[in-house]
């Protein structure tokens, strides 16, 4: 992968059509507590409260 000050085009490691609400809930329903919303860049804070208001004091 690439960090976000490389130079030159960014490789994508994973592209999905599901939203972070979605991956949230996959989380909330097996059980999974603690898992980690990340912001990569600007724009995803929509997206990071979307998936922590689907899975309320699960996501970190």
Do not use: C, W
Not at 4 to 25: C, H, M, Q, S, V
Not at 40 to 51: F, I, K, T
């Amino acid at each position: 992968g690439n960090t976000l000050t490389d130079d030159g085009d960014p490789a994508t490691n994973f592209d999905t059509d599901k939203r972070a609400g979605e991956f949230a809930r996959l989380y909330r329903d097996d059980g999974l507590v603690g898992g980690h919303v990340i912001m990569l860049g600007p724009g995803n804070e929509d997206a990071a409260r979307e998936a922590l208001a689907s899975f309320p004091g699960g996501m970190q």
